[in-house]
């Protein structure tokens, strides 16, 4: 062989290559110059919270709430600009120079996304981040909330139980960190969902900033758009800055216990019998296990919160679930938003320790998650190969399955009602989830993600069929994208929009085409607007 003539080619194309850079990165730094000019014509205030790539402090805002490492490493693509802005003119001025200048936006509020997609981009991009958008206002009389999206999921369950003294709530997440902004747009569930639903059904008003750079609320918004910001993911339709929601009630005392059964206790014979009973069961019970492994056996830990006392956990629990052999030991009863301390795996102490609900850090480093729903319990002959799965790998990779019991409230919702379809005829879903600390290799990353990968083959006749669903806020990029650009016709994008939404995604597509019908709030992962490419071709 010739390696000269492999030679050759390469010169000529490198030479091609600069030329052409030169042009992009002439023509970029025009763009980027313009934006700036643009923005102080729109804003005086703007300035003051523009971070520039050569700002001393750009790499740490932009990786402030980056919260998985895997999209924070050198090879990453980063934003022209990070924008933190204090007025919602800030956001109306981003939004009309973006657009002028052919800049994408990312907006992110608590930097959680799965694959995180609000904090890279493919094409030039700036981030808006609602760090400092963070209002959380508690009317206890009128049992409601202003939050501002920037605010964490903590930080609200934390105000609104110091203000109605441990007896309302918000039905979120288990982890205090997630941000308020994907999260509601999301959907947003945890412990409380067989009790109340999902966050968003319990959201009630919006301000968000469109494409036009206006600034709207459920009135000026319509009903559509209103519905579509509930679940429908809030990245594809403008910037919701902040929320009104319903606030629920929670009883003054709630139990809580955390109970481990290795397979020599029957954590086989356990699972099984709580798939059986776990959406069937007293809407004021959430038992929810988790099952990993430990040195070279398997273990599965019951979590569960119950709202009540002891007294009336324990004769349900020896009704519904005698396996277990729950005792009065295994029980501690406290305050529903010590519970959250407690069930994100915090000592509980007194007075309560705030930082872990205030805080805004995610204490595994990097993570990697898939999702399942399941409409019928898995044969407990079935078990066996899930083990084999955890068994087999080396003692560095590890991962956990969570279950999350349905049934209750969220099933009783219609399927049409807001964006997030996965209500009644599911019985528990399930997160399939690795995190590590180690440097994020690609040899570490690649081992974690082919465990969930073989797991989530491996599970394919158990789960939900046609479509296998999922869920926007555990975001799976293998389930489908658009193309790189974010643009894909919306028959191509059914593929993975249906999984998400079942059919609410046509619905969605509706609203994206009446409200931003060029597309411009785009990822790849958002609801495309019609005829934008030929959908009937
Ligand atoms: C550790 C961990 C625990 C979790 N636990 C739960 C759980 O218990 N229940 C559950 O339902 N989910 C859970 N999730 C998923 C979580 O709800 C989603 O990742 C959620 O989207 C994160 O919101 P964020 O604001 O932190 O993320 P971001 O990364 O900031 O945003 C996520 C997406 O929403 C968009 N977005 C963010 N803010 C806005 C806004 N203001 N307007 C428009 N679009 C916006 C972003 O552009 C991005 O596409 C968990 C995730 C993690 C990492
Ligand atoms: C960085 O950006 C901030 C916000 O716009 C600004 O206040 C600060 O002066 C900038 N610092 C430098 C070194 O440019
Ligand atoms: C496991 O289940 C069997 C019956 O199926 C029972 O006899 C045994 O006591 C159980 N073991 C434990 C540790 O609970
Ligand atoms: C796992 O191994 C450790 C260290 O050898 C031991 O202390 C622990 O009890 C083991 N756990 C189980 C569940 O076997």
Same mark, same amino acid.
């Given at each position: 062989m010739n390696p000269h003539g492999l030679f050759c080619p390469n010169i000529l194309s490198f030479i091609f290559v600069i030329l052409l850079s030169f042009h992009g990165e002439a023509?970029?730094?025009?763009?980027?110059?313009?934006?700036?000019?643009?923005?102080?014509?729109?804003?005086?205030?703007?300035?003051?919270?523009?971070?520039?790539?050569?700002? !001393?402090?750009? !790499?740490s805002v932009l990786k402030a709430s980056?919260?998985?490492?895997?999209?924070?490493?050198?090879?990453?693509?980063?934003?022209?600009?990070?924008?933190?802005?204090?007025?919602?003119?800030?956001?109306?001025?981003?939004?009309?120079?973006?657009?002028?200048?052919?800049?994408?936006?990312?907006?992110?509020?608590?930097?959680?996304?799965?694959?995180?997609?609000?904090?890279?981009?493919?094409?030039?991009?700036?981030?808006?981040?609602?760090?400092?958008?963070?209002?959380?206002?508690?009317?206890?009389?009128?049992?409601?909330?202003?939050?501002?999206?920037?605010?964490?999921?903590?930080?609200?369950?934390?105000?609104?139980?110091?203000?109605?003294?441990?007896?309302?709530?918000f039905p979120v997440g288990t982890c205090p960190g997630v941000g308020v902004g994907g999260h509601f747009s999301g959907g947003g569930y945890g412990v409380l969902l067989r009790k109340y639903?999902?966050?968003?059904?319990?959201?009630?008003?919006?301000?968000?900033?469109?494409?036009?750079?206006?600034?709207?609320?459920?009135?000026?918004?319509?009903?559509d758009l209103f519905w579509a910001i509930r679940g429908g993911g809030g990245a594809s339709f403008g910037i919701i800055v902040s929320w009104k929601i319903k606030l629920v009630a929670v009883p003054p005392t709630v139990t809580v216990f955390n109970v481990p059964r290795t397979l020599e206790q029957n954590a086989t014979k356990l699972l099984f019998k709580w798939q059986c009973i776990a959406d069937k069961v007293h809407e004021d019970l959430f038992i929810s296990p988790l099952l990993l492994r430990v040195n070279s056996t398997m273990v599965s830990v019951f979590t569960a919160l119950f709202l009540g006392g002891v007294d009336r956990l324990l004769p349900l629990m020896q009704d519904s679930f005698p396996e277990l052999g729950l005792t009065r030991k295994d029980c501690r009863e406290m305050t529903f938003v010590e519970s959250i301390v407690y069930l994100d795996g915090y000592e509980v102490e007194e007075p309560i320790n705030v930082d872990v609900l205030l805080g805004r850090d995610f204490h595994v480093r990097f993570f990697r998650g898939?999702?399942?729903?399941?409409?019928?319990?898995?044969?407990?002959?079935?078990?066996?190969?899930i083990y084999d799965i955890f068994l087999e790998q080396d003692q560095e990779t590890n991962g956990v399955l969570m279950f999350f019991p349905y049934g209750g409230k969220i099933s009783e919702i219609s399927e049409s009602e807001i964006p997030y379809p996965h209500r009644a005829g599911n019985i528990y879903t399930l997160l399939y989830y690795a995190g590590w600390d180690l440097e994020s290799t690609d040899d570490t990353y690649q081992r974690h993600d082919n465990m969930l990968k073989k797991l989530f083959n491996y599970m394919t006749p158990y789960v939900a069929k046609n479509p296998r669903t999922a869920y926007i806020n555990y975001r799976d990029l293998d389930v489908g994208t658009n193309n790189k650009l974010g643009h894909t016709s919306v028959q191509e994008a059914s593929v993975w929009g249906k999984k998400y939404f079942k059919n609410n995604f046509y619905r969605l597509v509706h609203v994206k085409t009446m409200v931003d019908p060029e597309n411009f709030f785009r990822n790849e992962q958002s609801i495309p607007p019609f005829n934008l490419v030929k959908d009937e071709l």
């Open positions: 023509l970029a730094a025009e763009n980027h110059e313009n934006f700036l000019k643009c923005l102080s014509l729109q804003s005086n205030t703007i300035s003051k919270v523009i971070y520039t790539q050569t700002n !001393s402090s750009y !790499s980056i919260k998985n490492l895997i999209f924070s490493t050198p090879t990453n693509p980063k934003p022209v600009f990070v924008i933190t802005p204090f007025h919602v003119s800030e956001i109306q001025a981003a939004v009309k120079c973006s657009k002028k200048n052919g800049l994408q936006i990312r907006v992110r509020s608590g930097g959680h996304d799965h694959e995180g997609l609000s904090s890279i981009s493919d094409v030039p991009f700036i981030i808006i981040d609602l760090i400092n958008f963070i209002e959380i206002s508690v009317d206890v009389e009128e049992k409601t909330a202003w939050v501002e999206s920037g605010a964490t999921i903590g930080q609200l369950n934390y105000r609104i139980a110091e203000k109605s003294q441990n007896l309302l709530t639903g999902m966050a968003a059904d319990h959201i009630v008003d919006a301000h968000m900033v469109d494409v036009k750079g206006r600034f709207l609320n459920r009135e000026s918004m319509g009903e898939k999702v399942d729903y399941l409409t019928e319990p898995i044969p407990e002959e079935a078990f066996q190969g």
